[in-house]
């Protein structure tokens, strides 16, 4: 397994928050209001420059709608884990409707075994 440095994870953690910050439409000023952290520490965190504490980024996520796979999976090298986390995207993108109903065939799959 190849180590990651806390910088690759610091560095890959900002790119994801920031894309993601972009993507529901706020400034740094917005989320650092709904986050309850100084706007400097975001811009320290987007920037690579500062980790990010694991409740702030559970709060990120929650704000946000990041998926722990969208945090970690450039990470992982695990062949078993990467197609979860490939399936996992792929469900992301449908309603809930469709998701209720694939949970449902997922359920009736299950009990085949």
Not at 19 to 46: A, D, P, V
Not at 68 to 81: G, K, L, V, W
Request: a positive charge; zero cysteines; charged letters at 25%.
């Amino acid at each position: 397994m190849n180590s990651v440095s806390k910088t690759d994870i610091d560095k890959n953690f900002g790119k994801v928050l920031r894309h993601f910050r972009l993507k529901n439409n706020l400034t740094q000023e917005q989320l650092s209001e709904k986050l309850g952290i100084s706007l400097k520490y975001i811009s320290r965190i987007e920037n690579g420059n500062n980790g990010v504490k694991t409740q702030t980024l559970i709060k990120y996520m929650n704000i946000l709608g990041i998926t722990p796979n969208t945090i970690y999976s450039s990470f992982i090298n695990n062949e078993t884990i990467l197609k979860d986390i490939e399936i996992s995207e792929k469900l992301s993108s449908l309603s809930n409707e469709k998701k209720d109903f694939l949970n449902s065939i997922i359920d009736l799959l299950k009990n085949l075994d």
